[in-house]
């Protein structure tokens, strides 16, 4: 086992007791329906007075603040609109298949309210900074308002590990694979370009950021949506069905269908849960620290506004990627590709996606839950190889969650430096191929940034479609780190002060080239730890607070009534 899957793996077992554990997606959900209902479903009834205040209805220029209400949303919009707008809904549908993307919805609903109360609080108990701008986010209100300070330097320490793990590493990443399977760019060149262009954004502060991100997310967001209803319109008799699937299964859990094996109903709420909270970020409280810097004296009043990120974020944006990747079919489709080490699987026995009986088994030994009762175990041994074919069987390779096919084995060869296929005998150890050089090509089920742009090929545009998504994800990726290299360097203000910034933003953008090399499955293995190590103690932070943000909205409804509200 090597280096990089040790990392995986430990991760992963982390992740087990954090946002993978069986707790988590009630933990979210319950925090969302408890201030949904404790506050009159605000996400429906202050709807239209977030629409009125983020237009800049009742701004003042005379009010605190480093940005407009437009500006710190745009913000917070470029920080949410990314990977996993465009990555993590394949990522969810690719694991648990149609019924996730349900449970995004109502992740995405409730989160609407967590937003709401999360940025409210925020923005109350915001301090202004020794360059004299504003400073706010759960770890402030953790600490004044609670006096839970040990509280809040564990939020902040895990927003500066999450400012990696979920705003910069899996951003430039997934804009590599992307870049290089469309453009055939090499990964690093678009890791030091793009690093480049970060610095000369993040030095300027949180006034260049939301001038850039006002400029660019409208941009980008009407971009991505055409390009993704040319695809759905292209393939508008399954529009209906793609609903279908995604409602009936929510209960049952998402059935086998071509090569994809299916997803238990608990397999199905844990990712579009997990998926959901890493698109939108509802109670992460990430969002909220941008919100903090918005100009306005009324707390509840950029609250209103941050419940519109959930909205435009998951519940459109996120809704249009699931169905172009639904209704085009391209989910449960095998498509030629070439193997990541750490998607493969060699397990013992000869398995078919054909057999009722083998892809329940199957189905069992790829969730980690069920893995032991499977009764399938990984494979030891040699395998020959005439011309890059398996010639010897008594074992079956995994790739991506589903059977692979066509399988070819290559190397390189010293003399040419290209690829050639395998004529001997290769070692598989414990399920994974001892020579780490070699390269495996075949046809199995993909997922992430590759499943999407494979789905806008399936549309009027044809190839180019994936041109969209490249161009698309250039921008939302980008935006993304952007936004969250402030986060970052607002709690390392809050653990370190203003001295501590820069060493921040240089490490920032050095991690920015690093990740677009590392491989995929790491970086999202990360992500899903980092998210979670934010979200409980802001879960928990809120919660006790209730009572001071239900007092906190009623005060604005009273001031405004009184025209002093703005």
Known sequence: MDIIEQIKNGLDFLNGYLGGADYFPYLLIGVG??????????????????????????????????????????????????????????????????????????????????????????????????????????????????????????????????????????????????????????????????????????????????????????????????????????????????????????????????????????????????RGLFSNEAG?????????????????????????????????????????????????????????????????????????????????FLNPQTKSDSGIKRYSGSISLQDGEAISDGFTLLNANSVAEDVVYKQQDETTNKLVPITGVITVSDGKLENSAIVVEGRSLIHSASLTAEAFTRGFLGENGKYIVSLGLLLFAFTTAIAWSYYGDRAVIYLFGQRGVLVYRVVYVVMFAVAAVVDTTVVWALANVAIVMMTIPNLVGITLLHKDMKQTVKQYWEDFRKGKAH
């Open 33 to 274: 329906v408890f201030f949904t209902l404790y506050l009159g479903f605000p996400q429906i009834r202050y709807f239209g007075q977030a629409v009125r205040t983020v237009r800049g209805k009742y701004s003042k220029k005379s009010d605190p603040g480093d940005t407009s209400h437009f500006g710190a949303l745009s913000t917070a919009l470029s920080g949410t609109v990314g990977t996993g707008n465009i990555g993590g809904v394949a990522l969810a549908i690719f694991v648990g298949g149609p019924a996730a993307i349900f449970w995004m919805w109502v992740t995405a609903f409730l989160g609407m309210t967590t937003k709401f109360v999360e940025v409210t609080l925020s923005h109350k108990y915001r301090e202004v900074t020794e360059d004299g701008t504003m400073a706010g986010g759960p770890m402030y209100y953790m600490e004044k308002k609670l006096n839970m300070k040990w509280l809040a330097v564990i939020f902040a320490i895990a927003t500066i590990i999450s400012s990696f793990g979920t705003g910069n590493m899996p951003q430039i990443n997934n804009i590599a694979q992307v870049m290089n399977d469309t453009f055939a760019l090499p990964n690093w060149i678009t890791g030091v370009g793009l690093a480049i262009l970060l610095a000369m954004v993040i030095i300027g502060g949180i006034k260049r950021i939301a001038k850039v991100a006002e400029r660019v997310v409208p941009f980008m967001a009407l971009l991505y949506v055409v390009g993704a209803l040319l695809v759905i319109v292209y393939n508008y008799e399954n529009i209906i069905p793609s609903f279908g699937a995604i409602i009936g299964s929510v209960f049952s859990g998402s059935a086998a269908v071509g090569g994809f094996l299916g997803a238990s109903f608990a397999y199905a709420m844990q990712r579009g849960v997990n």
């Open 284 to 364: 992460q409280g990430s969002a909220a620290i941008a919100h903090s810097a918005a100009k306005g004296k009324e707390p509840a009043s950029e609250g209103m506004v941050s419940l519109l990120e959930p909205f435009i974020d998951t519940l459109i944006i996120c809704t249009l990627t699931a169905l172009v990747i639904l209704s085009s079919g391209v989910w449960k489709d095998k498509h030629q590709n070439t193997f990541d080490r750490i998607d493969m699987d060699f397990i013992v026995g000869e398995w078919t996606d054909q057999n009722t009986e083998h892809v329940e088994k199957l189905r069992d």
